[in-house]
């Protein structure tokens, strides 16, 4: 009996002891679990603040991409104003200068009705003036043709001059060369 007493109390000791580890074991998961928690709570917030700071910057660059929509058609109302103006201003010039070639064909008609008798020299001066004229014409709707495609690239001023140095290189041939 002393024995199976003695195996009890070592049974008993055995016991407490698997308590105590069992108790400090509780304590160490119940640390760690808290210990996890805040972990979990920080990544939650790490996350948020991510997140936050994410949509504050895709609200950033949609208010950036905005302006910057706005300034782009505010730039091409201003060149479509100045294209259309600078146009307009040049179909003004062509109708001039068609009411001239028009005028000059009348004064060439009435030559040609006064000087039909002149011969070879008189249709040669008209050959190189109709000539001239048509190289104007020409040249004339070329420019056009070129303006109209390098307008929205080059300054207003720059296109009215380009306007006026193509109209007076075709007098000063026309006036050199033509007759």
């Known amino acids: 009996m002393a024995a199976l007493e003695a195996e009890l109390r070592q049974l008993k000791e055995s016991q407490q002891t698997l308590l105590k580890e069992i108790a400090a074991l509780n304590v160490k998961f119940r640390q760690e679990y808290v210990r996890l928690r805040e972990l979990l709570v920080d990544g939650k917030l790490y996350q948020n603040c991510i997140e936050y700071k994410a949509s504050c910057l895709f609200e950033q660059e949609a208010v950036e991409l905005s302006s910057l929509e706005q300034e782009l058609k505010a730039f091409e109302g ?47 001066k008209q050959f190189c003036f109709r000539l001239f004229l048509f190289i104007m014409q020409i040249t004339i709707m070329t420019t056009i043709t070129a303006y109209r495609l390098i307008s929205p690239f080059i300054e207003t001023k720059i296109r009215q001059l380009a306007t006026l140095l193509g109209i007076c290189w075709c007098l000063y041939w026309y006036f050199n060369n033509g007759l």
């Open 78 to 124: 201003q060149m479509r104003y100045q294209v259309n103006d600078a146009l307009s201003e040049l179909e003004e010039y062509v109708g001039k200068i068609s009411e001239k070639t028009h005028s000059v064909d009348i004064i060439i008609s009435e030559l040609e009705e006064a000087s039909r008798k002149r011969g070879f020299v008189y249709l040669a």
